[in-house]
C-alpha cells in the first residue's frame, strides 16, 4: 500500500487504495517513511445520530516542510456495502488501545445493531450492521489540524467519520457541542473555595438539559472530571460537523494581583476568533449581552483570540463564554449558587437559539 501526506489536493476522497506507481507521477508529493497507523475510534451517540470516528495517523519527519499547513493526509481505504450493514477497511497498521474492540462490539443504539473491529496486518476493519429504516451511512473524512513534535516532526490526524443520521436528513436539528472547561487535575481558577472546573460543568449540564429539551442534538466534551485534550475537545465539533462549539469557562485574574484590585473586576466576556473560517463574533456579541443582563453584571469588551486552540482547531463557528469573575466576592458568591447558574445556562440557550433563528431567516431571503 502506498500513503501520502502531500500538498497536491488531487489524493483527496479517493475511495480505492493507490497502486504504488501512482506515487511516481508526484515528485513534487514527499512521500514518507512512516506507515499510517489506526491511533483511535471515537464514537458519539446523540437524539438523532451516531457517528463512528476512525483516527488514521502518520508522521512527516522533521525539516520537510516549514509550512505544514499545506499538506494533507489521505488515509487510504476501501467501502464493501450490503443493504443493512458497511464494512470499511483502512490501510493502516492497528495501533488502537487494547480495549478499543470490546469497546465497539458493546455499542447498540436504536440506529446501529452492531460494530464489529478487526485487525490484520496493515490493515484495520470497521463493520457496522444498521437498521436501514432509520437511517443510511455517510462517509467524510475530518481532518485534525497538523501537530509540531518536540522533535520538530509533524504528526497528521484523519478521521474517517461514518455518520448514521435519522431520516429524512432534511428535518434534522442543530447539533451544538458544549465544552465545559478544564477538569481532573486541571481546576481552572480556584478562588473564594470555588473551582472553576466544577462551576463549567454544571453550567453545561444545565445548559444541555435546555437544548435537548428543545430539540437540539448536544453533544458535551465531557461529562464528567476527566480532561479530554484541547484538540480531541475541537475533534468532536468537526466529527460532528456541529453548528457550533460552545466552550464554558469562568474568569479570574492574575494570581499575583492584590486582592483589592481583584474587588474591582467582575463581569462577563465571551473569547471568538476573528481569522476562523467561520468566525462567531455576532454570537458572541448576543451571548455577552444576554449572559450581562440575566446576571445583572458588567460586560467586558469581546476579546478575539485566534491563538486559542479550541478556537483555531474547530472547523466549525466556536465561543469560549467566561461567564463571570470567579476572584470578585459578588461574582464568586453568585456563581456558588444553583439559580444562578441555571440563569447563566438560560440565557446561553437563549442567546443561542435567537442566534440560530436570525442566521435561518436570513438564509430564507427575509
Ligand atoms: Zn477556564
Known amino acids: 500500500m502506498s500513503f501520502f501526506v502531500s500538498c497536491v489536493s488531487l489524493f483527496i476522497a479517493l475511495l480505492l487504495f493507490f497502486p504504488v506507481s501512482t506515487a511516481a507521477n508526484f515528485t513534487a508529493s514527499p512521500t514518507i517513511t512512516n506507515a ?8 458519539f451517540s446523540l437524539d438523532h445520530k451516531d457517528v463512528a470516528a476512525v483516527a488514521i495517523e502518520t ?7 516549514s509550512d505544514p499547513s499545506c499538506y494533507t493526509f489521505e488515509p487510504q481505504y476501501r467501502i464493501a456495502r450490503a443493504s443493512d450493514s458497511i464494512t470499511i477497511t483502512i490501510a493502516a497498521q492497528p495501533m488502537l488501545p487494547a480495549n478499543s474492540y470490546a469497546q465497539a462490539s458493546a455499542i447498540r443504539t436504536a440506529r446501529l445493531n452492531q460494530l464489529t473491529m478487526t485487525a490484520a496486518d496493515n490493515e484495520i476493519s470497521l463493520a457496522i450492521a444498521y437498521n436501514p429504516k432509520k437511517s443510511e451511512p455517510a462517509i467524510t473524512t475530518v481532518k485534525r489540524k497538523p501537530v509540531i513534535q518536540p522533535d520538530n516532526s509533524i504528526i497528521f490526524r484523519t478521521y474517517l467519520v461514518l455518520t448514521f443520521a435519522d431520516t429524512p436528513t432534511a428535518k434534522l436539528p442543530k447539533t451544538i457541542v458544549l465544552d465545559p472547561g478544564h477538569g481532573g487535575t486541571a481546576l481552572g481558577a480556584t478562588s473564594n473555595d470555588l473551582l472553576e472546573k466544577e462551576l463549567n460543568l454544571d453550567i ?10 428543545q430539540g437540539y442534538d448536544v453533544y458535551l466534551t465531557r461529562t464528567d472530571d476527566s480532561n479530554p485534550s484541547l484538540l480531541d475537545r475541537a475533534d468532536a465539533a468537526n ?11 469562568n474568569n479570574s485574574m492574575p494570581a499575583d494581583m492584590p486582592a483589592a484590585a481583584k474587588r474591582l473586576y467582575r463581569g462577563t466576556t465571551v473569547l471568538y476568533n476573528s481569522s476562523a473560517n467561520k468566525p462567531a463574533k455576532e454570537l458572541a ?14 460586560q467586558y469588551p469581546l476579546q478575539d483570540r485566534p491563538g486559542l486552540v479550541v478556537l ?21 458568591k453568585m456563581l456558588s449558587q444553583r439559580i444562578y447558574r441555571l440563569e447563566a445556562a438560560q440565557a446561553i440557550f437563549q442567546a443561542t ?3 440560530f433563528s436570525i ?3 436570513s438564509a430564507g431571503g427575509i
Do not use: C, W
Request: proline share 6%; aromatic share 6%; glycine share 2%.
Open 285 to 298: 456579541i448576543m451571548l455577552a449581552d444576554q449572559l450581562a443582563a440575566a446576571l445583572r453584571i458588567h
Open 36 to 43: 499510517p497507523v489506526a491511533a483511535e475510534l471515537k464514537f
Open 59 to 65: 508522521r512527516l519527519p522533521a525539516a520537510n516542510e
Open 353 to 355: 437559539d435567537k442566534y
Open 312 to 332: 483555531n482547531a474547530t472547523h466549525v463557528p466556536a465561543v469560549i463564554a467566561e461567564v463571570a469573575m470567579m476572584p470578585h466576592p459578588q461574582d464568586a
Open 359 to 361: 442566521i435561518s431567516l
Open 204 to 213: 453545561a449540564l444545565l445548559s444541555r438539559d435546555l437544548f435537548r429539551g
Open 239 to 249: 466529527i460532528l460537523q456541529a453548528d457550533l462549539f460552545l466552550s464554558i469557562h
